[in-house]
């Protein structure tokens, strides 16, 4: 069984959808929903995270308990308030999300002592922006330098320089994202792929993720249009997510990054036809 690490973000999502003023509340963040992703589709997952030892992680632990996803190293840190996002979406399934970080934002030198020996042990790491980002490239680079694979998921948008990637590094974002990191919004395939080829002078492959009109893939100077399949769109938020997940449970199979990427175009697909970041059971 293929062993992933996902470092990255745990918050509580309030979901407003169209015409209601109450919110539905679901688990979320970038980090647990791609845990929880990757252990549907058969990984076994490490997920590492930082929470308040409030109420909120309270139900984000709980969560994950029933999901079958150890908690031993997600941590509670007294004084700290648990993330949290406020989603309201249109009646076509597009999330506006506020996002609030709180104890995602805290992780230090106790935290980087505590993970390392899981990236040891790990095929795989999954990262995210959504946690501070000296952090991220500290654990990017040395995953790089034992050699693991990496997805990194280049969201939310937050202005940084993006490091040199390796050859394992697999770089993946929407085309919101790379629209903020290039200035080329991909409104089709032609300037979609524009955008990835300047992200490509920092990584080796690089996946743009067009929501219903599937991905871009561009790896070794080519580039592949993806189709995605077509479903009703319930809720978009966590479908990207999902896309990691899948990517890096694929291409942990030995599939080549073509058939990884469409596999995960079709799991990414599937998470929007449910409400809520982690709500797909379908994987």
């Not at 390392?116 to 990262?127: E, M, T």
Request: glycine share 10%; aromatic share 8%; net charge neutral.
């Amino acid at each position: 069984m293929c062993k992933i690490l996902v470092a990255g973000s745990l918050c509580v999502d309030y979901y407003y959808p169209a015409g209601r003023d109450i919110p539905l509340i679901f688990p979320g963040g970038k980090g647990g929903n791609q845990a929880v992703a990757a252990k549907r589709l058969g990984a076994d997952v490490w997920l590492f995270a930082v929470v308040g030892a409030d109420e909120g992680g309270a139900f984000l632990l709980q969560h994950l308990k029933k999901e079958g996803i150890s908690t031993d190293t997600v941590f509670q840190k007294p004084h700290l308030n648990t993330g949290y996002c406020l989603i309201r979406l249109s009646a076509d399934g597009e999330g506006n999300i506020q996002g609030y970080p709180g104890a995602n934002l805290h992780w230090g030198q106790a935290e980087w002592e505590k993970v390392l020996p899981l990236l040891k042990k790990a095929d795989c790491l999954l990262l995210q922006l959504e946690i501070p980002l000296p952090f991220v490239w500290k654990l990017l680079h040395a995953a790089e330098a034992l050699g693991k694979m990496v997805i990194l998921n280049l969201g939310p948008p937050r202005r940084t320089e993006l490091p040199q990637l390796g050859e394992k590094t697999f770089l993946v974002l929407n085309a919101q994202e790379a629209g903020f990191h290039t200035q080329i919004f991909p409104e089709d395939f032609a300037s979609a792929k524009k955008a990835a080829s300047i992200l490509r002078k920092k990584a080796h492959h690089v996946v743009i993720t067009l929501g219903s009109r599937g991905a871009l893939l561009a790896t070794e100077g080519d580039y592949w249009h993806l189709e995605a399949p077509k479903k009703e769109v319930v809720d978009t938020t966590g479908a990207g997510d999902a896309f990691c997940a899948a990517l890096a449970v694929a291409l942990l199979r030995e599939e080549t990054l073509q058939e990884a990427a469409s596999f995960a175009c079709r799991a990414a697909a599937e998470a929007t036809t449910v409400l809520g970041a982690q709500g797909s059971t379908n994987l």
